[in-house]
């Protein structure tokens, strides 16, 4: 049969079957793409927070926040040849938090109130001895401010953050609205 020779259906039907293979060959396609974003942002979020890191143990500090696609400028140097944070479908920030710690705090002196002089009791001036806490009752705690550092991703891409979420499961993250957050902690015993 010659092409001349084909008539109306013939052509609907080779139609047909060109997109049908087309739209069985799209979603592999997509699924590529999405592996390979998944992937890069994995390698990103993974070089940040090894540099984060050794800039924490070699200076003491946690880099500088930046603003959301900026690269902090104590991190240039792992980001050679990067302007940015800022890609075609995420961005990277980093962040400095303060969390509150509680430690044990010193005991505080008993002081005798019935006495002038600690030369009767042996207590110090001005505390009644039955106004100690009994032994039952913990050490007083103290809150404590301390920094702790933190890289976010921002995307519109539910399943990236989901798949962040799953891959990072062991690290403290969490996502909120079209962030991800990754808590990087550097006292030694943390998962992270």
Known sequence: MSLRQLTRADVAIAVAVIVL?????R????????RALAEEVVTEVDVLRA??????????SWPEASAVGEVPASLTAAYAGKTGFA???Y?????????IEYIEAPPQPAIDIAND?????????????GDLPPDSVGPELAPVVREIGAIVVHTGNESLLADLLTRYGTMVSYVR??????VIDDRSGSPQ
């Open 27 to 34: 979603p592999a396609l997509r699924a590529r793409g999405y």
């Open 87 to 89: 890609f075609d479908d």
């Open 177 to 182: 609205d079209t962030t991800w957050t990754l």
């Open 117 to 129: 002089d600690e030369s009767d009791s042996g207590v110090p001036p001005g505390n009644a001895i």
């Open 21 to 25: 293979l087309a739209a069985s060959v």
């Open 91 to 99: 961005s990277l920030e980093w962040r400095r938090l303060g969390v």
């Open 51 to 60: 540099a984060a890191l050794d800039t924490r143990s070699t200076t003491a």
